[in-house]
């Protein structure tokens, strides 16, 4: 869709600017627009043939959504274990996925655990970068993957001439451009070597030509407390994206922060954890982070041990951390009805019903023997929680039964397949000893509640846009939600933003920053559709940084 520029009016352009860039802080959450706040999801499993097994690794399984062959709909990429094949599954347009992994030339089969895909050369096609496995409860993992994607619908092995070696173990990684030049660059959590070995978390600065360079000592962010997850956000709204790692591999056993790394603007970040308030250990597997109240700026939940097991004399229960605005966080989830639950890995926050808040799932359970040392860690059926819009949920167990108490799920990926306007979860399953994992795919049936899907598409920022902060105001109300890449556990989310409307019939605004720096507001299209938004084709409002600060391509 073409989107028009808009001519200038003066001052309400500029305070349109300070508010999306987040130097004006939202006074609340306007008037409710909510219709129907009832969901339900139709179990379409069968529709991914595929079976995760592991020869001596973990077990453990990711998934992420990506449009790998631009058709306009999401495909899907699914790990596997050493020894068998990782799936790539096209989307067919119909509600019907096939298996193109070995046309694709991504099988691997050496393997996997995470997965994560961005446009790493801005060739206007999503490459893939996976983790390897088996280095957690044996003597070496698999080796990382860098998969160029040539854009005919095959992928060639880039690993080697990339420079991309990972650190000795490896679990989740993310994407982001840290440093404004255009390019993506790759972080990957370490979680260490069981009763062995800690290992440091890497870093690697993309130089543009599918090539990288190791900058984990001199960023400072190459910490070794057992890493299980990642992701980047700008958590203090200064246009620079900053850094939160999940510790949860502790060698020995011990409870971990939930580190953050707040970026300097130079190749290098400054650890905040504690003056954040982050600090307070746990076992933390799994991100979701969201503006889950509204007020403009990005909040955090974290998966835990939740009720699974007493450990040191006591509950490590989720945690949910409301972002106060200056920096700080605290953890609002005994409040919020989200902390005593079930052991928990992957996560998300999305807006299962459309209403404008957005709602909480988060799967994970243990196998069994050897884990059942650490916790129970079995019985979680995949939760989803409805944001009530007061700062609480409720457990929608009544709406959607997913009954997943009993395997071993892992990696969680929300993205809208189907092009109904509402998320779809699929849940990564993984295999152990003699036992198979097949993923669990639910397609959302949606309500009545209007909604708006932007793609965006960088020209001075990365081409996947991944930073971007993009704000919709419908019916009185302000969201804002970040573009990412590596969510979850060991997963990614759909980099496509799906905003609820609830009753709103018309979209009032929206507006973009983008990495690059720069702020624009579109043109408001109908709601109920999807739409792209290229950096560039808005009307332009402010440069949050000059062009000296913010190298461009």
């Not at 097994?53 to 790998?68: H, I, K, M, P, S």
Request: charged letters at 20%.
């Amino acid at each position: 869709m073409t989107i028009e520029r808009r001519r200038p009016i003066g001052w309400p352009r500029l305070l349109w600017a300070l508010l999306i860039a987040g130097i004006i802080i939202f006074p609340g959450r306007g008037e409710s627009n909510r219709a129907s706040t009832s969901v339900s999801f139709r179990d379409v499993s069968a529709r991914l043939d595929f079976v995760h097994r592991t020869e001596g690794g973990e077990g453990l399984a990711g998934a992420a959504w990506f449009d790998y062959n631009n058709d306009g709909l999401l495909d899907v990429y699914l790990t596997n274990g050493i020894g068998h094949a990782n799936g790539l599954f096209r989307n067919n347009g119909d509600g019907t996925f096939t298996n193109v992994s070995q046309r694709a030339g991504v099988e691997n089969g050496l393997g996997s655990s995470g997965v994560v895909a961005g446009d790493m050369d801005n060739d206007g096609y999503v490459d893939l970068f996976l983790t390897g496995e088996g280095g957690i409860l044996g003597s070496q993992q698999s080796p990382v993957k860098l998969y160029h994607n040539n854009g005919d619908g095959t992928f060639t092995d880039v690993t080697e001439a990339s420079g991309l070696t990972g650190p000795e173990t490896a679990w989740s990684a993310a994407l982001a451009d840290i440093d404004g030049d255009g390019f993506l660059d790759l972080f990957i959590a370490s979680p260490g070597r069981a009763l062995q070995e800690q290992h440091h978390n890497a870093l690697y600065h993309n130089n543009g030509d599918l090539t990288f360079t190791d900058i984990s000592a001199s960023s400072g962010v190459n910490t070794a407390r057992g890493g299980c997850v990642a992701s980047f956000t700008d958590y203090d709204g200064d246009g620079r994206v900053d850094l939160l790692v999940g510790d949860c591999a502790d060698i020995y056993a011990r409870p971990t922060p939930i580190e953050l790394f707040r970026n300097n603007g130079d190749l290098t970040f400054t650890e905040v954890t504690e003056r954040a308030g982050l600090d307070p250990g746990g076992f933390w597997m799994g991100l979701a982070i969201g503006d889950y109240d509204n007020d403009g700026d990005m909040d955090i939940f974290a998966t835990n041990f939740g009720t699974s097991k007493r450990w040191f004399g006591r509950f490590f229960l989720h945690a949910l951390y409301v972002n106060n605005g200056d920096g700080t966080f605290t953890d609002v989830g005994e409040q919020a009805g989200v902390a005593r639950w079930e052991w928990g890995w992957g996560c998300s926050f999305t807006d299962v019903d459309n209403d404008g808040d957005l709602d909480l799932f988060f799967a994970g359970n243990f196998p069994h023997e050897p884990f059942d040392v650490m916790s129970a860690g079995r019985g979680n059926p995949g939760r989803l929680l409805i944001n009530e819009g007061d700062g609480t949920f409720r457990d929608a167990a009544d709406q959607a039964i997913f009954g997943l108490e009993d395997e071993f799920t892992s990696g969680v990926a929300v993205g809208d397949f189907d092009g109904n306007g509402f998320p779809d979860i699929l849940v990564a399953v993984g295999g152990f000893d003699d036992r198979a994992g097949h993923p669990h795919l639910y397609q959302n049936l949606g309500n009545d509640n209007a909604w708006i899907t932007l793609r965006l598409v960088g020209t001075m920022s990365n081409r996947d846009a991944i930073g971007a902060r993009v704000s919709v105001t419908a019916g009185g109300r302000t969201q804002v939600k970040e573009v990412r890449a590596g969510s979850s556990f060991l997963s990614m989310d759909s980099p496509w933003l799906t905003f609820g409307l609830g009753e709103a019939d018309h979209i009032e605004s929206i507006g973009v920053v983008w990495p690059s720096g720069l702020s624009e507001e579109f043109e408001p299209p109908p709601v109920r559709q999807t739409i792209t938004l290229v950096e560039g084709e808005g009307l332009p409002l402010t440069q949050l940084r000059s062009s000296d600060d913010r190298p461009r391509r």
